[in-house]
């Protein structure tokens, strides 16, 4: 299994809903990241977790809320999203954790968020 | 700050022609350069990553190669497919985290048959 799956692929919420999108690898990858990515523009990433912990928050506002329960999931929790924070959002994994700089990333297919 | 940038911006070719995508950054001091291509509202697949220390990576018809003291990359398509058509995303990997990739823009090809 050389798949990166995220769920939902598409979302739509309001200002005051609260959503979690979800990602998961079994590959046995131990660092999995979080992008966002506005149309025909690059990802840009958000976090980054390395066996379970976090260790890379590029300052994203609070209303954004990551969570890593074991090696193969990743979920971003969202509350109180403004219209600006729809986007593609994208999970990636890579195999030995961020420090060994020299591994390809993973990617899946993304959740299109869409907040009204 | 690292800046990559990638010419041209969208490119157009008939089916069958050889063509190479460009990239160029600003700080020479990088671990990798990856090559990535994105397919409309999908995710990203690598193609090839080079290594800061080797000149090329060819995966069948691609072959990229990385000239990191002029800052420069170059991505080949051989006898191009209409399936070939998707955005083009080159980035580098810095600093002491292999995380923190800073991608380009992408070059928008498109394969007519």
């Known amino acids: 299994d050389t798949e990166v799956t995220q769920t939902p692929k598409h979302l739509v919420m309001g200002m005051t809903n609260k959503k979690s999108l979800k990602c998961e690898q079994h590959?046995?990858?131990?660092?999995m990241y979080w992008y966002k990515q506005k149309a025909k523009k690059p990802p840009e990433l958000m976090f980054v977790y390395s066996y379970e912990k976090l260790s890379i928050n590029e300052s994203v506002p609070s209303r954004f809320s990551p969570e890593c329960p074991n090696s193969s999931l990743l979920n971003l929790h969202l509350h109180a999203l403004q219209p600006e924070d729809s986007a593609l959002y994208l999970c990636?994994?890579?195999?030995?954790?961020?420090?060994?700089?020299?591994?390809?990333?993973?990617f899946g297919s993304g959740t299109q968020l869409s907040v009204l | 700050k690292q800046e990559v940038t990638q010419i041209p911006a969208a490119l157009s070719v008939p089916e069958g022609e050889n063509l190479v995508l460009n990239c160029s950054f600003t700080?020479?001091?990088?671990?990798?350069l990856q090559w990535f291509r994105q397919d409309p509202g999908k995710g990203l697949t690598s193609l090839l990553l080079i290594q800061s220390s080797q000149r090329e990576q060819t995966s069948g018809r691609l072959n990229a190669s990385l000239d990191k003291s002029s800052g420069r990359s170059t991505l080949y398509i051989a006898a191009s497919q209409p399936g070939d058509s998707a955005t083009y995303l080159c980035?580098?990997?810095?600093?002491?985290?292999?995380?923190?990739?800073?991608f380009g823009e992408g070059t928008q090809l498109t394969v007519n048959p």
């Open positions: 990636a994994s890579s195999q030995g954790g961020f420090v060994l700089a020299n591994e390809k990333l993973f």
């Open positions: 980035a580098v990997t810095e600093g002491a985290s292999g995380s923190r990739l800073t």
């Open positions: 590959m046995g990858h131990r660092a």
């Open positions: 700080d020479s001091a990088i671990y990798n």
